[in-house]
């Protein structure tokens, strides 16, 4: 079977498990810090944990917090748990992304931030969302962050601007299924020192050091990921997942999507090893982000133009952290697919506002885009 997804590890990777520095953390946070042209990098034990700090740090509470509805749920959570409201605006079909034409209504005296989120790699108007920024800060005479969430992300470009390059803030996750991994782990960058000391200080705070049988699980955790990728393993795994329950009882702590909740230990400290993990990535990841492109222009070109199908757009400055189709039957597709070994991801089922979690009286009829996505996108191996 070929997987939906294949974190990037060898052998490298694997010594960095036992080969671990004092200072893994702040040295990858520097190194990142330079790759993605930021001032400033404070790493988190996950992504959600990371944006959920942000909105600590500043003390922001009882707001609405702009986001699309169409992405992954923690985003939501992050919002949710920190005592703020995610406030959900339709997607573009065309690209997966926020629809910019309704940002500007929606933003009113309660908002204090918007996250774009990039979906699938595809770089938003970043110099759009500036304007609506400015014009409303003017008119209700507050600041309102700018946040971008670089999950999908990772190199991309608006015209010549590295996504996350720009704005108050960006966001990155390194789990197994991202561009680049560090077993777990998430990273916040800024462009300015001040703000990024205020989050520094909150982190150091109230963040602590992880157990030791974390540190010992996390290594085992990878090392199983090393092995169960390789292709006869990951025949196995594929009969497990088709044949029993196993897998979705280890991943039920980590991620629910109905549920608001996170995991456990999200105020643990990244690990040093997950650092020096997301190092040796870091290496790795100009050629990882020129494979994925060129990948996805060969599915292009190659894919079977089946009817009704509809083909995600190729984009100068995307990066494809996912090559998505929608189909009318994916049910069928993602079958199909499978009898000739190839695994079809079905990335994000959901539509965040019609979970029951997040469902309001009102809802009905608002946000058709991301609905329509939920029900139909597969994704491809890249
Ligand atoms: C993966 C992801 C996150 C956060 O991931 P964690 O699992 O919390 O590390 C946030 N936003 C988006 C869009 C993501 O894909």
Known sequence: MIPRFKPDINHKEILGLF????????????????????????????????????FKSLNIKNSEIIMPAYTCSVVAHAISLSGNKPKFIDINLADYNMDL?????????NTRAIIATHTFGYPQNIEWIEDIIKRAEKRFDRKIWFINDCCHAFGAKWKETLIGSSGDVAVYAFNISKL????????????DKSLASKVRSFRDKHYKSPSWNKKISRRIY???????????????????????????????????????????????????????????????????????IKKAYEYDLTLP??????????????????????VKNR???IKDYAAKGIELGELIQYSIPHLSSYWEDGYNNKFPNSLEASKSTINFPL
Do not use: C
């Not at 034409?101 to 005296?109: A, H, K």
């Not at 680049?180 to 462009?191: K, N, P």
């Not at 133009?305 to 929608?326: C, D, L, M, N, Q």
């Open 180 to 191: 680049i991994t560090s077993i777990f782990g998430g990273i916040l960058t800024f462009q």
């Open 101 to 109: 034409n309704q940002l500007e209504n929606s933003i009113n005296e």
């Open 305 to 326: 133009r089946k009817e009704g199908w509809i083909f995600p757009p190729i984009i100068k400055g995307a990066t494809y952290s996912h090559y998505t189709v929608r």
């Open 19 to 54: 080969n671990v520095q004092d200072n893994a953390v702040e040295h990858f946070e520097n190194i990142f810090k330079r790759k993605f042209k930021a001032v400033d990098a404070i790493a988190f034990p996950y992504g959600r944990s990371a944006q959920w700090a942000f």
């Open 331 to 333: 049910a069928k597709v």
């Open 222 to 292: 990878l090392l199983l990921v090393y092995f169960l990728f390789n292709k006869k393993s990951y025949d196995f795994l594929w009969y497990l997942k088709e044949n029993t329950t196993f897998l979705d009882h280890l991943t039920k702590s980590y991620h629910l999507d109905n549920k608001i909740h996170f995991p456990p230990d999200y105020l643990d400290l990244m690990l040093q090893v997950e650092a020096s993990v997301g190092a040796i990535q870091l290496q790795k990841y100009d050629s990882i982000i020129r494979n994925r």
